[in-house]
């Protein structure tokens, strides 16, 4: 649900198996080779790895619904199997902006 501001903020995450980087980080390059060629409106979209090199942090913006992410061919094919690719569980928080400054461009 879009809060006050027409947005909403999530944050995912997930420690990956051993074995599994190379594959990871081609499905994440082809989803921002998508973005850039498609441009969707309505999502900003971030993804970040933590220095121990096997976990990755997913930040998304969403200002419409349905998020414009989940009609991006590439993440759906990122996210089938996933399960397959991490150590646990994958964990997504909504996010409640306290304060920022021209993050995502805001």
Same mark, same amino acid.
């Given at each position: 649900?879009? =809060? @006050? !501001?027409? $947005?909403?903020? =999530?944050?995912?995450? #997930? @420690? &990956?198996?051993?074995?599994? &980087?190379?594959? +990871?980080?081609?499905?994440?390059? *082809?989803?921002?080779?998508? &973005? @850039? ?5 309505? +999502? ?7 220095? =121990?090199?096997?976990?990755?942090? @997913?930040? +998304?913006? %969403? ?10 061919? #590439? ?7 996933? *399960? =397959? !690719? ?11 902006? %306290?304060?920022? $400054? ?5």
């Amino acid at each position: 649900m879009l =809060d @006050h !501001r027409g $947005y909403r903020d =999530d944050l995912g995450g #997930a @420690h &990956l198996r051993s074995g599994c &980087l190379q594959l +990871v980080v081609a499905g994440i390059e *082809a989803v921002y080779a998508e &973005l @850039h060629r498609t441009r969707p409106d309505g +999502v900003s979209y971030a993804t970040f790895r933590l220095n =121990d090199q096997v976990t990755f942090v @997913h930040v +998304v913006q %969403v200002r419409q619904e349905p998020n414009p992410l989940l009609a991006v061919e #590439a993440f759906g094919e990122f996210q089938a199997g996933i *399960a =397959d !690719r991490v150590s646990q569980p994958p964990v997504t928080e909504e996010l409640t902006e %306290v304060g920022s $400054y021209l993050f995502f461009g805001s």
